[in-house]
């Protein structure tokens, strides 16, 4: 095992990619690179809430080393620990639908990547270690109440079985930082606190769009706009460390071995978005700079899970538009895959990838969902065409009677084996448990008045046909008219 000063570090990503030449840690674009070299910015006082064992494992690290007085400081940022070259990465995304340009690691600072003794190769980073050049007006930090909502679902995602970034430790401090946490004109000071993430990488969908040329609808471009070598450099840097059967398959031939990536991306983010299904999990930001380019989980932010099962859940108060809703997540995944897509159309062309997507992504999608369903519903015998049936049909009885998601299927594993003792007490044991989980008739959604901008477009359109044209068939009023229906429905 390691020590805090022995850790094996191999800081691959920094001898393969381009480096920002500028040194300064100061807000500005990024053109021509992927990294920038940038230092923590030091706390004051720092202190461990709460550490993960089996991921600091991955590092080699042992309680011991956890409980000595140096862990604070190296993993707040303080001290910079032997072997490591910190560092912000610069990628772009589509926010919301539309193209923001250079974004980039606006709070968490790389610090390196470790090899343990299994040979397995990890990145660690500060989330909330300071301000970075990608910081814009923010000032690099995070609070206690969101470190330890990312910590917590990081493990808890892990320990579900659900392809996840890990969380090493949450650590907090005397440094104050100031936050309006309603948003209501009252701001409060709060403790500056820090999580340790730790992935293979944090590579994502967005890190290949910083080549972007301009976007047809925003006009925003990528920093390093038309900068074909380094999307080739990005593109073999990950398929030879992270994906190096494809890399070997392919030899030459870059169009295919592009093509393989791109399938084998297709296929891990169906699966991952199946898992979130499957359990109820909300994610409230997708966009592509939130798409790991593993298929993990990434970027825990205003994420939730269901409780009363609702297809229109929204997690994400500033989600107005219900973008990124529960039901929403499967396509809204598939839309960034293609934007992925364009981002690498310099080197494999759009047709193919388009096709390929088609060919793939639903098909996997579903199958992967139905598995993990049948599992959860005991189903282990041979698959049937019914299956699925019976799970929309299960899951619109949720919907209708406003069950609990989870603690539905807790109570539907209380269900003993026919012909085992008491089984008929049981299964009407099981039966009242399921009805505890419901709402009362008078809890259930009442018919929602028209909201006010629906209301106010819906006038605007009856007066306007150009309008009325071009709003025909909007998947957002399209959403709002449903959610209106499915609620009478339910008087």
């Known amino acids: ?164 970034t890990r969380a090493g430790c949450c650590i907090t401090s005397d440094t104050k930082v100031v936050r309006d946490i309603f948003y209501d004109g009252n701001p409060i000071y709060e403790k500056s606190s820090i999580v340790l993430r730790i992935a293979p990488t ?76 499957c359990v109820g999990f909300c994610h409230g930001v997708l966009n592509t700079d939130n798409m790991n380019i593993l298929g993990l989980t990434i970027d825990y932010g205003p994420f939730g899970f269901m409780d009363n099962f609702n297809p229109d859940f929204v997690c994400n108060a500033s989600d107005d538009m219900a973008r990124y809703s529960y039901k929403a997540q499967p396509e809204i995944c598939k839309w960034n895959l293609i934007k992925l897509a364009e981002a690498m159309a310099d080197v494999l062309p759009i047709a193919k990838s388009r096709i390929l997507l088609e060919d793939v992504y639903d098909l996997e999608f579903l199958d992967y969902y139905l598995n993990k369903m049948r599992r959860k519903l005991g189903i282990t015998w041979k698959a049937l065409a019914s299956d699925r049936k019976l799970v929309e049909e299960l899951l619109q009885t949720m919907e209708e009677t406003g069950a609990d998601f989870t603690n539905v299927f807790r109570c539907l594993s209380q269900i003993k084996v026919h012909g085992s003792a008491d089984c008929e007490k049981n299964n009407e044991d099981v039966l009242e448990y399921i009805l505890s989980q419901c709402l009362d008739p008078s809890d259930l959604p009442k018919e929602p008045a028209v909201s006010g901008q629906l209301q106010l477009l819906l006038l605007m359109m009856n007066s306007n046909p150009a309008l009325a044209a071009q709003f025909e068939g909007s998947p957002w009023i399209q959403a709002e008219k449903e959610k209106m229906e499915k609620a009478k429905k339910l008087q």
């Open 1 to 164: 095992m390691a020590t805090l000063e022995t850790l094996n570090f191999d800081n691959l990503v920094l001898r393969s990619l381009p480096i920002d030449p500028i040194k300064q840690n100061f807000v500005r674009q990024v053109p021509n690179a992927c990294f920038s070299l940038v230092d923590p910015t030091a706390v004051k006082d720092p202190e461990v809430v709460v550490h993960s064992e089996s991921a600091m494992g991955l590092l080699d690290l042992t309680r011991e080393q956890v409980e000595r007085a140096e862990f604070a400081e190296y993993f707040s940022g303080n001290t910079k620990l032997p072997g490591s070259q910190t560092a912000a990465h610069c990628y772009c995304g589509h926010q919301f639908g539309s193209f923001a340009g250079q974004l980039g690691d606006g709070a968490a600072i790389y610090l390196g990547e470790v090899l343990n003794h299994n040979g397995e190769r990890w990145e660690i980073q500060l989330k909330g270690a300071g301000k970075t050049p990608f910081s814009r007006t923010a000032d690099g930090r995070k609070v206690l109440r969101s470190s330890i909502r990312e910590f917590l679902c990081s493990e808890a995602m892990h320990h579900l079985g659900i392809p996840t």
């Open 202 to 277: 944090f590579i994502r969908f967005g890190s290949f769009e910083i080549v972007k040329q301009a976007d047809l609808m925003t006009g925003r471009r990528g920093p390093s706009a038309g900068r074909k070598d380094i999307l080739i450099q990005l593109l073999d840097y990950v398929i030879k460390t992270f994906y190096p059967q494809i890399y070997a398959a392919h030899g030459e031939n870059s169009e295919d071995r592009y093509l393989a990536f791109y399938k084998e991306v297709i296929v891990r983010t169906a699966r991952l978005v199946a898992e979130w299904q």
